[in-house]
């Protein structure tokens, strides 16, 4: 797998799973921008640890003047932008041990917003602000991070509202912008990271976001046929679904 030239934006990068996205594709060659709210000094060092070029920006991906100067930002300094990885979001994390947030009936709607403006509104917006770059360099890969949920993981509704209006929203974007050679996938890492297991069993079988390998930089590589489609990791390999509605 070669990266070399690319351009790879990663959104939620300064650590946890878009950490380690964010060092894959620079192990790959590809240069980096990386844009998130908290630090990013660690991940910046280790990118450039591997003699690969890394840009990285704070962006509130909730506000869409910063979205937008985050992308410019990427636009000045290479150029282009060939991949779009929206991993920044906000997570619930139960079978590590996090607390379960709070049911429909106790929960705040400011809550309830900021889930929904962080994992669907934030992914929106980097796209809005990344597809006409990949519509004027000729197409692009975006990576987004949707899924269908279990409705029986309580506490977790926003969350799992979140990511299945992620995946049907990919579904509507493949279609949209299919001519223009930009593909688009709704993935998720699977049980890799989080597994089965109660938090105890957790920590001790699953090392962590290392677990999905390069199979991100193996999604940026899938080509027009796949766009639209759920992409899960499944034992470290790609595992690829067609959705219903899904363009063809």
Known sequence: MSMNGKVVVVTGGAMGIGRHIAKTFAQA????????????DEVADEIRALKAEVLPVRCDIRLEHEVKAMVDHAIRRFGRIDVLVNNAGVVTHFQWGNPRWPLIKDQDKSFWDNV??????????CCKHVIPHMERQGGGHIINFGQSGHANSIGACVYGVSKAAIQKFSQYIASEVKDQKIVVLSMSPGTAIVGEY???QARERLPGP?????TFVEAAELGMEHSGKQVTVRNGKLKIDVLPGSPE
């Open 29 to 40: 060659g590809a240069k980096v921008a990386i844009a998130d709210i908290a630090s990013m």
């Open 116 to 125: 929904l403006n962080t994992n669907l509104n934030g992914t929106f917006l």
């Open 198 to 200: 109660g938090p105890d």
């Open 210 to 214: 290392e677990v999905v390998g390069s």
